[in-house]
């Protein structure tokens, strides 16, 4: 049945375990295959050409599996490829960005601060969805390298981690930025470290949820959620299943087990 099939979901690592988590706990019925691409990790020091190559190979697998949909729990491919790939498949492909700029628009605020790879801040994706749809809307970004292979190391509740969050956050909050954008699937990984620094719940907004609900919708809308009762989740990855799965299961403790493939 087409609505069995599963839903993949992707990264370049270990990040998109905090896309997965959401979407499980919204849709526990649907079967997901995710896949870390930590061959390759970070994405967010490489080039568009190289994001490209790497996002065409990871869909023509997903199309091998038979998947109804992708979606790019990784803010850097929905920033540089998803609108160039999204035309190149006949499932839908979903990124972070679009969802989350539509939930910013509907909120009186007036100053937004992002955090982000190199990469996403380059590409000015969330600026520019943002005053798309409210021009008056200023958008402050700081790239911030380092985080990614802090979280991907496992090394997450360390000292140094909270001196470089704090270096990237302190400019934001000069700023008086009403809302700060988690913009990479990596940063939720940091939640305890940036609530000590920000001393404020209702401060950030993580993309994760806005593409749970798109997901979510898009499924709605095809007629496609999977009401056979049948359920699993699959994880694989381009190297190191067992740091995968020991990073990755502090965060979600459904990731037990994963598989390296190659393309
Ligand atoms: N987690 C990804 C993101 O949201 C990729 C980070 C990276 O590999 O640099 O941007």
Not at 155 to 178: F, H, W
Not at 247 to 262: H, L, P, R, W, Y
């Amino acid at each position: 049945m087409y609505m069995n099939r599963p839903i993949g979901v992707f990264d370049s690592g270990v990040g998109g375990l905090t896309v997965l988590k959401k979407l499980t706990a919204e849709m526990p019925e649907e079967n997901y295959i995710y896949f870390g691409d930590t061959a390759r990790v970070p994405y967010g020091e490489k080039s568009k050409e190289q994001l490209l190559g790497f996002g065409r190979e990871i869909l023509d697998w997903y199309k091998k599996n038979d998947v109804k949909m992708v979606l790019m729990a990784c803010n850097t491919s929905s920033s540089v490829i998803l609108d160039i790939v999204q035309k190149e498949y006949d499932f839908p492909v979903l990124g972070l960005i679009k969802p989350t700029a539509q939930y910013i628009a509907s909120l009186d605020v007036k100053k937004i601060g992002l955090i982000a790879t190199s990469a996403t801040v380059k590409s000015n994706a969330y600026q520019r969805a943002i005053n798309k749809l409210d021009s008056s809307m200023e958008v402050y970004q700081i790239p911030c390298p380092g985080l990614v292979e802090i979280v991907e190391s496992g090394k997450i509740n360390e000292k140094e981690s909270r001196v470089i969050i704090s270096k990237y956050i302190t400019p934001l909050i000069e700023k008086n930025v009403e809302k700060i954008i988690l913009g990479c699937t990596h940063y939720p990984y940091f939640e305890n470290i940036i609530f000590e620094i920000t001393h404020n719940n209702g401060l950030i907004i993580d993309p994760g949820e806005y593409l749970v609900s798109a997901a979510k919708e898009k499924l709605n809308e095809m007629n496609l959620n999977n009401t056979s009762g049948v359920e699993s989740r699959k994880y694989y990855v381009s190297s190191n299943p067992e740091k995968f799965v020991s990073v990755g299961s502090k965060f979600f403790s459904d990731c037990k087990k994963a598989e390296q493939i190659s393309f």
